[in-house]
């Protein structure tokens, strides 16, 4: 595109000078002939070149403007046609070859490579770095600290510089340090931070974690669905699998297209640019409120001031908010341009790696502080009640795979969490708001389809699940159901009132908007109950197939192999199972409709997008020996084409059928009736 329009501007120039050329023969002309002829010839060459160059301006803006036209991203909107139905979540591979070229491996991004001339410890105790002094190759620093102050949520200011020689506790959670050498020159300027416990206990009293009274650790991160998570955080999310035994939410769906109002239903069950919220953030009722009025310590831990979701607070919402020290980023370095903007986009691609990337803030990447400080956090409250809500944005907010760069320091803060015990009364919440909003993904099958459905994964600790057994057999079964920021939300009043008793069964005809996740979500609740409109609508339809189908037998046997096969790698001690009967059988498809009139953008290549819809079928069946029920999804195209779309579900009880099995190999539970 930009090619095209140089060379336009070229041909312009180029006329232009021999239009000045010819001119300048006529002159010539008119002083040897006849000047009234030589007027007339003039006219008629000027009026011929303006109406070449008005024909050739023309023609080129035509070019210009459908080359731009076609280049334009590709943004489709689609709505789902039957949000009236009980949902069937969907079911896709999340490996599918469709995707594979918006995916790629990271290179790491480079920062500045300076050490830290000083460092604040785990006490909040200001040192020199005498170490790193002495390999700057400098004899004598004198270093000086001032404090960072918030005004309102837009303005910072640091304070005077107090000079420091001896370690020194600091109380306040940010400073900024600049040394200087003997000559008075400059030599750093840095911005370091704490969590300044000794002011805050003189203020009021923190309540004390306990099995009835949980910490809640939520960890967030912008625009990931659970499919880039499981994609681009495979280290994290095999962690939380194996070694934390998380719930992984296949149905959470978002429920609004930017990050405000879907998060706003997180923290206050409320419905965003509705009625139901008070005017000024201020007065909105936080869910961080009611938890800190309970004795719990607040804190709020996320990235880039101008994308943040909650802003605009005339004081700070919560203890310890990491906001002013990003803002205090802009007093030390450049503020954010378009044309760093421009400089991530090429790094997204793997190109001029070698330069120092805008998402660092000196020697370090900006998502580590925010991790930096809410390790911090939890660190030095210790055992105190805490109510930490993290959130990292600019890693996310434009790019799919830059993330990567972030798996294994988000999987050795879960793996800290679980060493250190800190999990032991405490909640996790692993989350996101929404899948990517801008990202010509959304125009595959999978794509339109997996965006709508945002990261949530949940870590109970041990005694829950066991002193209440049915959050457990709730939890597993609403993996499978439809779920929302709104049940986010009710599940948090739960873990605040301490609500872990069982409830009776939700009526199937008066479904709430909002369902704790630990009591069962009916199967039966649609995207109306659930009060997702059309277009955020995740949800299959079915059309029932015969048993007899041709294609339902075949995939009926691959299923009773894959089980075998399961089986086969405990051998000896299971008994092999063959195919009794065909309980059930439908195809499921995503029942949408391009939308658009809710399209914002135009490109022509809008219509060389073809969506190719995978022929996927659900499948309910009996084994024998031992009558074992199973139910899976798997994509067809063809007998011996089939694969499997997530796991193969047992839907009866084992109850003694599968004594043999130890209980740390519970997984082959579901599927051994032993010998």
Request: glycine share 4%; with cysteine; charged share 25%.
């Amino acid at each position: 595109m930009h090619g095209t329009s140089i060379r336009v501007v070229s041909r312009i120039l180029n006329m232009s000078s021999n239009y000045l050329i010819n001119t300048n023969k006529m002159c010539v002309y008119e002083e040897g002939g006849d000047q009234k002829v030589a007027g007339m010839v003039q006219r008629r060459r000027l009026k011929r070149y303006l109406r070449n160059l008005l024909l050739f301006v023309v023609v080129a803006s035509a070019v210009v403007y459908f080359n731009i036209q076609y280049n334009w991203p590709v943004f489709h909107v689609f709505r789902n046609k039957n949000i009236l139905a009980p949902c069937i979540i969907p079911k896709y591979d999340l490996e599918d070859p469709q995707l594979d070229r918006f995916f790629w491996s990271q290179v790491p991004l480079k920062c500045d490579t300076w050490e830290n001339l000083v460092f604040i410890d785990s006490a909040g105790i200001l040192h020199i770095n005498e170490t790193a002094i002495r390999r700057g190759g400098h004899d004598h620093v004198t270093c000086k600290y001032g404090k960072i102050q918030l005004h309102g949520d837009y303005k910072v200011t640091i304070a005077d510089l107090t000079e420091f020689k001896q370690p020194e506790y600091i109380d306040t959670d940010f400073v900024n340090v600049q040394c200087f050498s003997d000559d008075q020159k400059q030599i750093y300027n840095n911005l370091h931070m704490h969590v300044d416990i000794k002011s805050i206990k003189k203020q009021r009293e923190i309540a004390t974690e306990s099995k009835d009274q949980l910490s809640v650790y939520l960890f967030g991160i912008d625009s990931m669905s659970r499919l880039i998570t499981e994609r681009k955080l495979k280290k994290t999310m095999r962690y939380l699998r194996e070694e934390l035994d998380a719930y992984v939410l296949k149905g959470y769906t978002k429920v609004a297209d930017n990050s405000f109002p879907n998060l706003l239903p997180v923290f206050t069950g409320l419905k965003a640019y509705t009625k139901e919220v008070p005017p000024g953030i201020d007065n909105i009722p936080f869910i961080w409120k009611n938890f800190s009025r309970k004795g719990y310590i607040d804190h709020l831990s996320e990235d880039h001031p101008g994308l943040a979701s909650f802003q605009g607070f005339n004081s700070p919402p919560v203890t310890h908010y990491l906001r002013p020290f990003f803002m205090a980023m802009e007093k030390i370095v450049s503020p954010r341009s378009v044309l760093n903007n421009a400089y991530m986009f090429v790094q997204h691609r793997n190109f001029l790696q070698n330069n120092v990337s805008p998402m660092c803030f000196g020697n370090q990447l900006k998502h580590k502080y925010v991790m930096d400080y809410t390790r911090r956090f939890v660190e030095t409250y210790g055992s105190h009640l805490k109510f930490s809500f993290t959130w990292i944005n600019e890693i996310t907010h434009d790019f799919i795979n830059i993330v990567e760069l972030a798996d294994v320091e988000i999987l050795n803060y879960f793996k800290w969490l679980k060493d250190s015990k800190r999990l032991d009364n405490a909640v996790l919440i692993f989350f996101s708001d929404h899948g990517p909003r801008y990202s010509e993904m959304q125009n595959t099958a999978v794509g339109r389809i997996s965006n709508l459905l945002p990261l949530f994964t949940m870590v109970l600790p041990d005694h829950i699940k066991s002193r209440f057994p049915h959050i457990h057999r709730n939890l597993k079964k609403n993996t499978e159901r439809l779920s929302t920021h709104y049940d986010f939300f009710e599940t948090m009043k739960d873990i605040l009132n301490s609500d872990f008793a069982e409830k009776p069964n939700i009526d199937s005809t008066a479904i709430p908007r909002g369902i704790s996740l630990f009591q069962e979500i009916p199967s039966s609740r649609s995207c109306k109950t659930a009060d997702i409109s059309e277009h955020y609508c995740p949800c299959y339809s079915s059309k029932q197939l015969s048993p007899n189908d041709e294609r339902v037998r075949a995939i009926s046997l691959f299923i009773v192999d894959r089980i075998n096969a399961i089986l086969g790698e405990i051998p000896g001690r299971c008994a092999k199972l063959s195919l009794d009967s065909v309980e059930q059988a439908s195809l499921v498809y995503a029942d949408m409709e391009r939308d658009q009139n809710a399209e914002s953008y135009f490109s022509f290549r809008s219509y060389l997008w073809k969506i190719e819809e995978k022929t996927r079928i659900l499948v309910s069946l009996k084994t024998s020996p031992g009558g074992a029920q199973f139910e899976t999804t798997v994509e067809y195209r063809g007998k011996r084409n089939i694969k499997l779309l997530g796991d193969i579900n047992r839907t009866n009880k084992y109850g003694d059928q599968a004594k043999c099995i130890k209980f740390e190999e519970k997984f082959y539970r579901l599927y051994c009736l032993c010998l």
